[in-house]
């Protein structure tokens, strides 16, 4: 089938509109009009770091609408709503014990360019193309795998999903499937993109006392608050971010996120833990040294690193999608739409600031 993507031909290249060959479904995967995909950081550092094989299809955010399902598919209809999500083997000890995003298969999965099978769904005069994250949701039409496809309310605008997939369910499974502070706690959130505004409000509804958000934008920190902040800090402008959050918390934070990967960001968030805090690094950060003995080991601290916010997507999506729904979680605040044309201006809007979660809408 012939359909339009945004291509990636080489490292650090703009995204082109053209013409790709995308294969029939195998027995267990669907093919999906992709209705819209979010604009992920992820998909940037694929773009300009190599992350993929070249050339390629990026996009990991899509979401959209069945059109066809191969023979062995049981779970996913024909004009089902879905949102897609990363990949995962699924037999793995980790994926059976209900942790898929550290599938030991993980990087090949997505990252490798190749579906589970080794072989390729998309081409172009006979060249195959990667696809990324079992998907290449930068597509009008996409194949994944049909226990990475994730069935969605119909009530609920489709365009808008596609984030649940990756970095709205990190920064909110961070909060409800890993930290799980108890109610009445404390938790600082470091950087106030979509991931860190994400689990401001999951800290919200997890009924946490002190949610402070930590960022360098004010208008950030304004939405912040909207969404659930108690405290907000600008740390450009605060000469002592660490001292402050110790001030606000009586001793420091039980609970830290770091979105931003920034080391002395990253440093903040564990010295302004108290004692027993734990501290969970979400964001792509460079190497880092620690004080291991007054850093951590001495106050009995917890650094732990967190992918996809160790969601099971089936579970987890339709969940953010009631809270949603329910008034709990409108992440539809952070999100402002752009056509499939304007792709490279989305990931411009997105470096600069300008948006905090774009999303590319793909023609009717």
Excluded: W
């Excluded at 300009?48 to 955010?61: I, K, S, T």
């Amino acid at each position: 089938m012939k359909v339009q993507a945004a291509v990636t031909h080489s490292q650090g290249d703009d995204f082109k509109l053209e013409e790709v060959e995308l294969s029939e479904p195998k027995p267990n995967e669907v093919v999906i009009k992709i209705v819209a995909s979010g604009v992920c950081h992820t998909d940037a550092v694929a773009r300009d770091a190599g992350l993929a094989p070249f050339p390629a299809v990026l996009g990991h955010e899509g979401s959209g609408v069945v059109q066809e399902i191969g023979d062995a598919v049981t779970t996913i209809e024909p004009g089902d709503h879905v949102v897609i999500a990363f990949a995962s083997c699924g037999h793995c000890e980790n994926c059976l014990t209900g942790h898929p995003s550290v599938c030991l298969a993980f990087n090949d999965l997505n990252f490798g360019g190749k579906m589970e099978d080794g072989t390729y769904r998309i081409h172009q005069n006979g060249q195959a193309l990667s696809t990324f994250f079992g998907q290449s949701s930068f597509g009008t039409f996409a194949v994944a795998n049909e226990k990475n496809v994730v069935k969605v309310d119909k009530d609920v605008d489709l365009a808008l999903l596609g984030p649940l997939g990756c970095g709205i369910q990190t920064g909110s499974g961070t909060v409800l499937n890993k930290l799980k502070p108890e109610f009445g706690s404390s938790i600082a959130i470091y950087g106030s993109g979509a991931v860190g505004l994400s689990a401001v409000m999951a800290a919200k509804i997890q009924g946490c006392k002190q949610i402070i958000a930590v960022d360098i934008h004010e208008s950030r920190l304004e939405l912040a608050k909207e969404l659930g902040a108690t405290h907000a800090i600008n740390s450009k402008t605060t000469e002592d971010v660490v001292k402050e959050i110790k001030e606000i918390t009586n001793g420091g934070t039980h609970y830290a996120i770091d979105t931003t990967g920034v080391p002395p960001v990253v440093k903040q968030s564990i010295h302004a833990l108290r004692p027993l805090g734990q501290c969970a690094i979400v964001g792509v950060t460079p190497e880092i040294t620690f004080d291991v003995h007054n850093d951590i080991m001495a106050e009995g601290k917890t650094i732990m690193g967190v992918i996809e916010g160790d969601a099971i997507p089936k579970v987890f999506i339709p969940q953010l999608v009631e809270y949603y729904k329910n008034g709990q979680f409108p992440f539809d605040k952070l999100v402002k739409f752009y056509e499939f044309e304007q792709i490279n201006e989305a990931f411009a809007d997105s470096k600069n600031g300008v948006t905090i979660k774009p999303i590319v809408k793909m023609a009717e």
